[in-house]
Nanobody
Framework: EVQLVESGGGLVQAGGSLRLSCAASGFTFDDHVIAWFRQAPGKEREGISCISSWEGNPYYIDSVKGRYNISADNAKNTVYLQMNSLKPEDTAVYYC??????????????????????WGKGTLVTVSS
């Protein structure tokens, strides 16, 4: 059974940090990209970061560059999203997702790609001002 389980969300003050985890099981970790998406209230879901074993550098959207860092522990089949300097506009449900085709297309196409193979259930991040 394929599972992606997010954890680490919570309430934090603006300027603070959180680290999200995405534990993957049931599929070949190295053959998939793992990406983080978020959906804020009343807004569309957006892909914010992506990591691939086929690419040297992870992908970030502009609004999180320099503040967020994605990393993978292949031994644990876990991807992390370290979020620093959090802002109230970062408040959202954060989801991790995996896909086997996007690994050949490239993480930079994350927000043009609409068919991720697997999704987690999400974890809520709330940033207070």
């Amino acid at each position: 059974e394929v599972q992606l389980v997010e954890s680490g969300g919570g309430l934090v003050q603006a300027g603070g940090s959180l680290r999200l985890s995405c534990a993957a099981s049931g599929f070949t970790f190295d053959d998939h990209v793992i990406a983080w998406f978020r959906q804020a209230p009343g807004k569309e879901r957006e892909g914010i970061s992506c990591i691939s074993s086929w690419e040297g550098n992870p992908y970030y959207i502009d609004s999180v560059k320099g503040r967020y860092n994605i990393s993978a522990d292949n031994a644990k089949n876990t991807v992390y999203l370290q979020m620093n300097s959090l802002k109230p506009e970062d408040t959202a449900v954060y989801y991790c997702a995996a896909d086997h085709l996007l690994i050949g297309i490239g993480c930079s196409w994350l927000n043009q790609y609409s068919d991720m193979d697997y999704w987690g259930k999400g974890t809520l991040v709330t940033v207070s001002s």
